[in-house]
């Protein structure tokens, strides 16, 4: 935050400073090791000395600022005194003349590490802001697979930040309080700081949208005094039951965060007044020793049950399954006095402390929480691998790490019943890169709770997930659109560059072999010769052709002789007016309707990433290389390819039959057409396996989806395909129909995806 050095300390400047850290020394939670006190003094005068005579915006001694981000450090996060020192140090290198070195020098390399993770990169801010913002992000996480300690000080700091942002200049606090809701809400979440993070949810609500925010505090206020008393007559009874059975316990009562409330009525688009569980009850209890704190959790809660009604959908049990944040309890709603529905949370000592103070508590009870702790440790693995494999962007860093921090929000079991921890949302492919990546890389198609499904079905907690693979399968560019863990990602960007780099190598050395054998060098001349020829656009679609053997090299002699034909010249000239135009928005030449050559086909040329094609395939009837087509040119002048028989063709015929143009397939093999079946039959074991295998062996087809359902035996389903050629569609169902327990096999053409 802001800081000048404009005039020296007042004699009130000084005991301000004085008794702000009297007010950190004297209550240092759990800091009584020999040499704790030493280093923390020895920390603040440091600090205190290179911030002499700055203040911050707000008018106080800057000084103010360290020394609470120790006491957050210390009181709400449980860290010892390391910690607290890095957090009384934490702006001297950024922010001072100090330098790292003189930190190593008079507190060891462990403190100046913490340092330097929470020192800035120095930089211009007013260019590319964002990415520099993301690379400070990333920089700080690099020290992670140090120390954790260095993010939950910066936690620590930005909470400070937070509570005195008021101070800061307005266009500054959108982006500071833009920056807490994005990534340390949901960081501070992650490591189990959960009051933290519904502090720094609220404080960056208040200062983003501080009209509704009021509004909704002011009728929070409005209740209290109603609500106080409900959350009373509510607890009295449970106070009284408990007693009996000896429990010792706390019980308090408490309010949705304002931010929740606002949340709840975004998401169920409700007012304030009909979000009905603004109130709580949470009761910790000292565990007994006759008991396991699990087993004493659901004797409360059937304590409690007998008194209240539950609702049984709203039963949450992270007792026995921690959440991977750490968090323990168990919450349950029940219908209280006046129709109100209150949430009890039942939670031992020892998961109130990990649920308060987060991560540093872990570490206090080590070894009894070996479950939660294995999750923290898995994610900060997790972390530490994407940060030894850096994206070039650091701002695809940072949206990757974002979704981690949703990490192993749902549970799916594997077919042995083994846990995977997934983030929601999480595909089936995602469970697949989760398992190994070659399983991800073969993947055709999924089981969930049996039933087979689609590659993109979003899974759920419980479910149970198999994968099915096949030897010839591989990533497929769309599989982006429905991977969503970095892992998944990452393999499939990995997968798919490989797959074409490899191609396009491939193929440059086999022509220039074949070139060579021919005693002809390589130029550009004879390159546009043979993209002329075969009717291409770039050279890497030549190589890549010829590496996947689509190019049959023994006729480079005769093509090279050859001298392009007039009429050839001319679909070029269309063809590349039509991509010009898709591609770059601008109207070169396009095909206007009577300056067509009508007496030559139009060439329907296929695109290996089938992006830039000239025409576009009617979804009425999708044709597919090797049906019959006509061309329509439309309005904005684009050519819909449908089939001859299709009612919207025939139609189009009839009344602007000035605008149909004869086309023509070129055939590849390479582009991929969509093409749906529809298949019947007897259901029987082993059939959809039966299916799926045909198809995964049939090697120019590839499933998109599967859709498949039974009723009493009988089985019928759609498959979505991507083939090249109606060939390959025919001999595919030839194929299926001689499948047992098949009825029938037929193409269905008029769909829309
Ligand atoms: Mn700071």
Not at 244 to 271: A, L
Not at 662 to 690: C, M, Q, Y
């Amino acid at each position: 935050m802001g800081k000048t050095r404009t005039k020296i300390f007042t004699s009130d400047d000084v005991s301000r400073i004085e008794s702000e850290y009297r007010l950190l020394r004297d209550n240092l939670y759990r800091c009584d090791k020999p040499g704790d006190d030493e280093l923390i003094d020895k920390a603040f005068r440091f600090a205190n000395e290179a911030h002499r005579d700055m203040y911050r915006n707000s008018g106080e001694p800057y000084i103010i600022h360290p020394i609470n981000v120790a006491r957050i450090v210390n009181q709400e996060m449980g860290l010892g005194s390391r910690s607290i020192a890095a957090a009384l140090l934490h702006d001297v290198v950024e922010d001072t003349g100090v330098q790292l070195d003189e930190i190593t020098k008079e507190f060891g390399p462990k403190i100046a590490s913490l340092i330097d993770g929470l020192t800035k990169i120095s930089g211009t801010y007013n260019k590319e802001t964002h990415s520099l913002q993301a690379e400070n992000f990333r920089k700080m996480l690099m020290t992670l697979s140090d120390d954790i300690r260095v993010i939950l000080v910066k936690i620590a700091d930005r909470l400070h930040n937070m509570r005195t942002l008021d101070s800061m200049p307005e266009h500054k606090r959108m982006k500071v309080a833009g920056e807490t809701v994005y990534l340390y809400a949901p960081l501070a979440h992650r490591l189990g700081l959960f009051a933290i993070k519904t502090e720094l949810e609220d404080l960056s609500f208040k200062f983003r949208h501080p009209r509704i925010y009021d509004e909704i505090a002011r009728k929070v206020k409005m209740d209290e005094k109603k609500n106080l008393a409900l959350i009373n007559r509510f607890s009295l009874p449970i106070i009284e039951e408990l007693n009996e059975n000896n429990i010792i316990f706390d019980i308090s009562g408490r309010f949705k965060s304002i931010y929740s409330i606002w949340k709840k009525m975004q998401s169920k688009n409700i007012p304030f007044e009909e979000v009905y569980d603004l109130l709580a009850v949470r009761i910790v209890f000292e565990p007994g020793p006759e008991m396991s704190e699990r087993a004493q959790c659901w004797q409360i809660y059937s304590l409690i049950t007998d008194i209240y009604t539950p609702k049984p959908d709203r039963l949450r049990d992270w007792v026995s399954r921690p959440k991977s944040n750490g968090y323990e309890a168990l919450h349950l709603t029940v219908m209280g006095p006046e129709g109100r529905w209150v949430e009890v949370q039942i939670r031992s000592q020892r998961m109130d402390d990990i649920a308060e103070r987060g991560f540093a508590a872990h570490w206090k009870y080590k070894g009894d929480t070996s479950v939660s702790e294995n999750e923290l440790d898995k994610w900060l693995k997790h972390i530490r691998e994407m940060l030894a494999n850096p994206m070039s962007d650091p701002l695809a860093f940072l949206d990757e790490f974002k979704m981690s921090l949703f990490s192993s929000e749902i549970m799916v079991f594997t077919p042995k019943g083994l846990l995977v921890n997934l983030p929601k949302g999480a595909s089936a492919l995602d469970f697949a890169y989760e398992i190994h990546t070659s399983i991800g890389n073969k993947a055709i198609g999924a089981k969930v709770n049996y039933k087979l499904s689609p590659l993109s079905t979003t899974l759920q907690s419980g479910d149970q997930v198999e994968i099915i693979t096949s030897n010839i399968a591989k990533p497929e560019k769309e599989w982006l659109e429905y991977a969503h863990t970095a892992k998944a990602k990452t393999a499939i960007k990995d997968a798919l560059k490989d797959e074409s780099t490899d191609r396009i190598r491939k193929g440059m050395e086999m022509l220039e072999t074949r070139l060579s054998e021919l005693g002809v060098q390589p130029n550009s001349e004879i390159i546009k010769k043979l993209l002329d020829y075969y009717e291409l656009l770039n050279k890497d679609e030549l190589y890549s052709r010829i590496g996947l053997g689509l190019i049959n090299l023994d006729e480079l002699r005769k093509v090279l002789r050859k001298t392009p034909e007039g009429s050839l010249a001319k679909y070029w000239k269309l063809a590349i007016g039509g991509v010009t135009r898709k591609s770059s928005g601008v109207k070169e030449s396009p095909p206007v309707p009577g300056t067509i050559d009508k007496s030559h086909p139009y060439l329907l040329r296929e695109n290996i990433d089938n992006t830039g094609n000239s025409y576009i395939i009617a979804g009425c009837c999708n044709p597919i290389p090797g049906d019959e087509v006509i061309g329509y040119v439309d309005h904005s002048n684009s050519i819909i390819v449908h089939k001859p028989k299709c009612p919207a063709a025939v139609k189009l015929m009839s009344s602007e039959g000035n605008r149909i143009i004869p086309v023509r397939w070129t055939i590849h093999k390479l582009a991929s057409f969509l093409a749906r079946i529809r298949i019947d039959g007897i259901d029987r074991i082993a059939l959809i396996n039966e299916v799926t295998n045909v198809i995964s062996t049939e090697l120019n087809v590839n499933i998109r989806n599967i859709n498949v359902s039974v009723y009493d035996g009988i089985f019928e389903g759609t498959i979505d395909l991507y083939v090249h050629h109606t060939s390959d569609l025919n001999n595919l169902i030839l194929q299926l129909s001689n499948v047992k327990g098949i009825a029938s096999v037929r193409r269905v053409e008029e769909f829309v995806e």
